[in-house]
Nanobody, 122 residues
């Protein structure tokens, strides 16, 4: 397995924006579909968005579709989650994973990273 690494979280005020990044650790050649989840204290993990390998197909949770944008750079092998108009309810640890990761040895499963904390103050 190859662990994914999330970054870009921080503390912002209501209405502000953040851009999260997701990349595989080590040298990689490509990522398959990538998912973003979030987990807030006392809540169940929640799906946020997913993007296909090509980037042509995306899918969002209902509470994210109008404010969040998922996109990818297949040269950098990085997937981004642009979060706009943030609300306190968006406060959570955000995680990403790739279904499969292509490395020198071939295709392997991705694994969830440590997450990046997003805190939105009211």
């Amino acid at each position: 397995q190859v662990q994914l690494v999330e970054s870009g979280g921080g503390l912002v005020h209501t209405g502000e924006s953040l851009r999260l990044s997701c990349a595989a650790s080590g040298r990689t050649f490509s990522l398959l579909a990538v998912d973003w989840f979030r987990h807030a204290p006392g809540k169940e993990p929640e799906f946020v968005a997913t993007i296909s390998r090509s980037g042509d197909n995306t899918y969002y949770a209902d509470n994210a579709e109008d404010r969040f944008i998922i996109f990818r750079d297949n040269v950098k092998n990085t997937v981004y989650l642009q979060m706009n108009s943030l609300k306190p309810e968006d406060t959570a640890v955000y995680y990403c994973n790739a279904d499969l990761v292509q490395i020198e040895a071939g295709w392997v499963f991705g694994s969830w990273g440590q997450g990046t904390q997003v805190t939105v103050s009211s």
